[in-house]
């Protein structure tokens, strides 16, 4: 053996590529990665947003809709070659941070939580900014005066 090859130069792979793809280390990850991709799970309940996911491990993120101050969105090289963003949930607190993976559209999600979030409970009925009826203003007059008697 050359003393070339002791001090770092050109060495020759031991495992061939056929026998890597073989390897349980390898099968192992290839059924992880859908599984794990499957166990995510992402919705709004009421006023809080949900983030499940693990899959020998799970862990349940709930985030109040009202302490949502930002959404960041990024994606590296990777993420961008298959279109897929991840987008990071900021509260108003440290603690309740959430993370969604593997998110297509994440302006469309974005729109929907924060219009969600800016929607007015009164009573069982929801309102939205945009589309304040008058039976939500009605709902609210009543209310107040209920408050004031």
Not at 83 to 89: F, L, N, R, Y
Request: a positive charge.
């Amino acid at each position: 053996m050359p003393i070339f090859s002791r001090l770092g130069g050109p060495r020759r792979n031991k495992m061939p590529k056929r026998r890597l793809l073989e390897t349980p280390y390898y099968k192992f990850g290839r059924w992880l990665c859908p599984q794990q991709a499957n166990a995510l799970r992402y919705r709004i309940e009421g006023n809080k947003l949900r983030v499940d996911s693990g899959l020998f491990f799970s862990f349940r993120r709930s985030v109040p809709l009202e302490r949502i101050t930002d959404i960041v969105l990024f994606q590296n090289p990777m993420q961008r070659h298959f279109g897929v963003w991840v987008m990071q949930v900021r509260t108003a607190g440290f603690a309740s941070n959430a993370v969604m993976y593997g998110v297509c559209e994440p302006e469309n999600v974005r729109e929907i939580i924060f219009a969600q979030r800016q929607s007015v409970y009164v009573g069982d009925v929801v309102c939205t900014p945009k589309a304040l009826s008058l039976t939500c203003l009605q709902m609210r007059k009543i209310k107040s005066l209920n408050a004031c008697v």
